[in-house]
């Protein structure tokens, strides 16, 4: 589900593709830096989790690029959120908000309480 969030910017579910840029910007974070890209890769094969990214680009552009990520663990009726990260230059500008808040909506449409 993309979902446009302002100019040139994009709510999506995390795909293979994206996956060197979220480990890229995971390397930014010192407690995040023990998963290595073959983690994040191993996501899209567990049917608990639950990874979003912000793209900065148009959803035609081939030089969209992830500028954050999130994502949660679907365990039993609550979400576990196991990642919350944006790239060092787009910090303090509200995108790492906006990530949890998209990851809690929905959690919610999941029916998950936590």
């Known amino acids: ?5 302002a100019d ?8 293979e593709k994206d996956v060197e840029d979220v480990w890229s910007i995971s390397q930014a974070y010192p407690y995040d830096s023990r998963w290595t890209r073959g983690m994040f890769e191993q996501e899209f094969h567990i049917p608990i989790s639950r990874f979003l990214v912000v793209r900065h680009g148009t ?7 992830v500028i954050g990520y ?4 679907k365990m039993g009726d609550q979400a576990h959120i196991v990642h919350l990260a944006v790239e060092p230059g787009w910090r ?4 790492g908000s906006l990530i949890l808040h998209e990851l809690l909506r929905r959690a919610k449409e999941e029916k998950l309480s936590k």
């Open 59 to 65: 959803q035609e552009s081939s030089d969209s690029r």
């Open 70 to 73: 999130g994502g949660y663990w």
């Open 8 to 15: 040139h910017m994009i709510v999506d579910h995390m795909k």
């Open 1 to 5: 589900m993309l979902e446009l969030i």
């Open 92 to 95: 303090r500008q509200g995108i």
